[in-house]
């Protein structure tokens, strides 16, 4: 009899267990922006961006801001312009909570790497060498697109959640149900490191996956389209990129790799993203 009731008592349990559970995975799927996509999120924007925060602030004490005030001024007005064509977009269809955790900055550094990096928090960093391909500013939109699109699509938290899956997923699903702030669980900022690899001087060196990759391009294009730069430069920017980089390896094209598939797929996303231009003519 005290058998039963034990087998009927962990049989309660274990349902209360798997609705929990259920719950938790409920509650941490997302959807991201433009493309839709379901994604597992585990942790909240405010968490990711406070890590960003702090990774960020370690990388600009020793980074050297560019003297090219002209060209830091380019980068800082097409970042504008890009944010503001994404932020009107978003609110106007009622998906302004895209932007949480999201504080745009775009800033120059002096180094003639070949890279640029986005923090989930939204601060963009492009290196002095990007200028030798991205001259003028559609070229910079470029860049500074597909950055942007890793941040809207909360790649760097789904990332992370991927990786605290992978790792002990048990034991970081119990802390997120009880809702454990970051700076008091030292898991949260192992993770962040993980997934960003955010060095002094550095910069994020981890590749972002093939996936990842191929939604910041799209998601790239369609601001671009949103804030009228040109979109058909694009497949021709990262040929440059990629016959250059033949003779000289660049940081950037290390963590996006830019070989004929992608530059085929980007070119494949051209018609869909033109739909995101305002003004007719510039179809
Ligand atoms: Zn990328």
Redesign the pocket.
Known sequence: MGYDLNLIRMKKIQKAFIALLLGFVLAACGTTAFTGRKQFLMYSDESVSALSDESYSKFMKTAVISKNTSAASTVKSVGSRMTAALASYLQGIGQADHLAGLSWDFTLVSDQAVNAFCLPNGKIVLYEGVLKFADNPNHLAIVIG??MG?AVARHGNERMSQQALLTSAGQIAAEVFTRTKYGENPQYVELFNQAFAVGTGVGVTLP?SRK??YE?DKIGLYIMALAGFDIYQTPMFWEKMASANQKSTFDFLS??PADSKRIAAISASLDEAAKYYRDPNMK
Request: glycine share 0%; aromatic share 12%; hydrophobic share 20%.
């Open positions: 597909h950055e890793h972002f990842h990759e910041a963590t996006h």
